[in-house]
Every structure is written in C-alpha cells, then in structure tokens.
C-alpha cells in the first residue's frame, strides 16, 4: 500500500498537478510554489516553518498515540504487519478475530 501512494504521489509530482491556493491564510506560499526548486528536500526549504512543525507533530502523534508500537502483535492471526485491532488502535477492530 505505501509503496502504490508513493507511485501515486510521484506521478502527481512529475505531471506538476497542484492544489490551488495557498499553503497559509495570508496567500504568502502558494501551492504552485513549492516544488519550484524540485522535489524531495529541495521542496521542504519552501514550506513554512510552521508547516514541517504540523507534519512532524502529526506523525509524532499518529506513532505515539493512535497506533503505538507495544499495541503491534503482527496482525489478525498473527499474519505480518498489522495491530492486534483491540478498541482503541483499530476503530471497530479487525473482522474475523
């Protein structure tokens, strides 16, 4: 699944598709502008501090407290790669378990 939005995602890149708009409520940083000087990194420099601020501290949360590691059993039936959908980690929980 990563690995098919990452395709997506680079293909939208490559076709230069963008959202319209801006990046904050000013107008300042306009969607268009930010991979003006490529992509990957060199596209970081143009967002907003505050921007890679929200980025982080979502991932930090989405790691920390959505899905925590210790709540990581291998999957329903301990098949690879999924949480043991107990309430809290899986809305509803997995089917099947």
Not at 29 to 36: C, G
């Amino acid at each position: 699944r990563i690995a098919m939005m990452a395709f997506i995602g680079m293909l939208v890149q490559e076709l230069g598709v963008t959202f319209p708009g801006s990046l904050d409520l000013a107008g300042q940083y306009p969607f268009a502008d930010v991979l003006k000087d490529g992509m990957g990194f060199p596209a970081l420099a143009n967002i907003p501090a505050g921007g890679l601020c929200q980025i982080i501290l979502f991932g930090g949360l989405a790691e920390g407290a959505a899905m925590p590691s210790s709540e990581y059993t291998g999957g329903p039936q301990d098949l690879p790669g999924g949480f043991d959908g107990s309430q809290g980690t899986i809305p509803g929980g997995y089917p099947f378990t």
